[in-house]
């Protein structure tokens, strides 16, 4: 049973770095079955995106052009997590940030299986 | 980037109705990759169907998904209490994966 726990700031200051992390449990951030991504939500917005981490012999990273200038996931093998790094940050960085886990096992694509419990971040000073 | 648009914005129906949810993509989805979710208030959106057609571990057996290309539909044979939520198709075919708006299936 794959577990996600979310952690970090519900508010971040205009032009500060949001940093969030996202703990795995009943799997590895060093899988070769999945990739551990970042998705928003926010009633402007809808569901978006952000990126993801995986590893197939070597890591990989895969960012929206939206954020691709801001963004940086990175993988944690000692503590077996992933984590957000949004730098910048404006009013329209406000949303629920969730991690989860995409099933990418013998290099076919099965959907978002798991996912954190979300995170609200408000930008605002 | 794959445009997805679904219809419609909201569906009003009763408990025992059936519910067709249609999701447009912007260009074809690679491999059938489109996969529908289901999100409740205050929740994380819950895998139901993946590769289109196949049902997510746990989604019960009145959740059906079908499709190709640019056109996928998914359908709720019977409609049950816990059925009414909002819900989004995602195509994770190419890069970046895409969301759709989302159909909120509401109790008429």
């Known amino acids: 049973q794959v577990q996600l726990q979310q952690s970090g700031p519900g508010l971040v200051k205009p032009s500060q770095t949001l940093s969030l992390t996202c703990a795995i449990s009943?799997?590895?951030?060093?899988?070769?079955?999945?990739?551990w991504n970042w998705i928003r939500q926010s009633p402007s917005r809808g569901l978006e995106w952000l990126g993801r981490?995986?590893?197939?012999?070597?890591?990989?990273?895969d960012y929206a052009v939206s954020v691709k200038s801001r963004l940086t996931i990175k993988p944690d093998t000692s503590k077996n997590q992933f984590s957000l790094q949004l730098n910048s940050v404006t009013p329209e960085d406000t949303a629920v940030y969730y991690c989860a886990r995409e099933d990418i096992w013998n290099d076919g694509a099965y959907g978002f299986d798991n996912w954190g419990q979300g995170t609200m971040v408000t930008v605002s000073s | 980037e794959i445009v997805l648009t679904q219809s419609p914005g909201t569906l009003s129906l009763s408990p025992g109705e059936r519910a067709t949810l249609s999701c447009r993509a912007s260009?074809?989805?690679?491999?059938?990759?489109l996969a529908w979710y289901q999100q409740k208030p205050g929740q994380a959106p819950r895998l139901l169907i993946y590769?289109?057609?196949n049902r997510a571990t746990g989604t019960p057996d009145r959740f059906s998904g079908s499709g190709s290309g640019t056109d996928f539909t998914l359908t709720i044979s019977r409609l049950e209490p816990e059925d009414f939520a909002v819900y989004y198709c995602?195509?994770?075919?190419?890069?970046?994966?895409?969301f759709g708006q989302g159909t909120k299936v509401e109790i008429k």
């Open positions: 981490t995986y590893f197939k012999s070597k890591w990989y990273n």
């Open positions: 590769g289109a057609s």
């Open positions: 009943g799997d590895s951030v060093s899988s070769n079955s999945a990739a």
């Open positions: 260009q074809s989805v690679s491999s059938s990759y």
């Open positions: 995602q195509q994770y075919g190419s890069s970046p994966r895409t």
